[in-house]
Structures are given as structure tokens and as C-alpha cells.
């Protein structure tokens, strides 16, 4: 049963686009890892890390309880937005001079990332490569 479930995830973990992936896949399995492994031992944490894992990708970095909270927050803070000539989306990797990036408040689970405006668009980058890992739309 156990196997089956975890193949179950695999596939659909996979079975979703690159950019979905992209987003929140890590902390989605180390987040239902932990929960799988607290409630069902070592084969909870197998089963509920493969499950996370495909929430996460769904979910987004921010998930989805925090996504319209986050976006409120941007809108209220009004920051400047730098124009990018290129489509804004998860992969897109933002020059390193002229952007300016922004600490994501600890209430919003995102610690680890950055946010900033670009083409009127709030999107989550990763600092050290500056690649946009969510679009808050």
C-alpha cells in the first residue's frame, strides 16, 4: 500500500510542469517528510515526503493560504518596479545590477528568498542566482 502511494505521488510530482516543480517541491517534501516521520515512523516519512513533495509543487513556495496575504503586503509596501524586457516567469534569471530585492517578513514562510517587482509583477527570487522561483499573481 505503502509503495503504492509513493509511486502515486512520484507520478503526479512528475507529471506537472517543469515550472510548477520548480517551486516548491523541496519544501514540500521536506515538510511532509517530517510530518509522515512523526506520525508513521520511517515509512511515514518516505510516503509523506513523496506526498509533500507533489503538494508542494501545486502549492508554491508561499502556498496557497499565503499567496493573497503576501500579494497584499506587496501592493501596501508600493515599492518601484524594474522593467524587464523579457517574459516574467519562474526560471528567468534577473540581471545582477539595477533590480532591487526585498526581505520576505518571516510571516509568510518564504525565509531563504527574496522578492521584488518586475513588470509590475511581484515574483520570489532566489538571492544567489537571482533566477525567479515563484510569480505572485
Do not use: C, H, W
Not at 503504492?4 to 512520484?10: G, W
Not at 516543480?21 to 510516503?47: D, F
Amino acid at each position: 500500500m505503502n509503495r503504492k502511494l509513493t509511486l502515486a505521488a512520484a507520478l503526479l510530482a512528475l507529471s506537472l510542469p517543469a515550472a510548477a516543480q520548480a517551486q516548491g517541491l523541496v519544501r514540500g517534501a521536506e515538510e511532509g517528510a517530517a510530518v509522515g516521520r512523526a506520525q508513521g515512523g520511517p515509512i511515514g516519512e518516505i510516503v509523506g515526503g513523496a506526498i509533500g513533495a507533489a503538494t508542494g509543487t501545486v502549492n508554491g513556495i508561499l502556498g496557497i493560504d499565503s499567496r493573497p496575504r503576501f500579494r497584499s503586503y506587496v501592493v501596501r509596501e508600493a515599492r518601484p518596479s524594474y522593467s524587464f524586457g523579457d517574459e516574467v516567469r519562474v526560471g528567468t534569471v534577473l540581471p545582477s545590477d539595477g533590480v532591487t530585492y526585498y526581505e520576505v517578513p518571516a510571516e509568510y514562510g518564504a525565509s531563504g528568498y527574496r522578492y521584488t517587482i518586475v513588470n509590475d509583477r511581484p515574483v520570489l527570487v532566489e538571492p544567489g542566482s537571482r533566477r525567479i522561483v515563484e510569480v505572485i499573481d
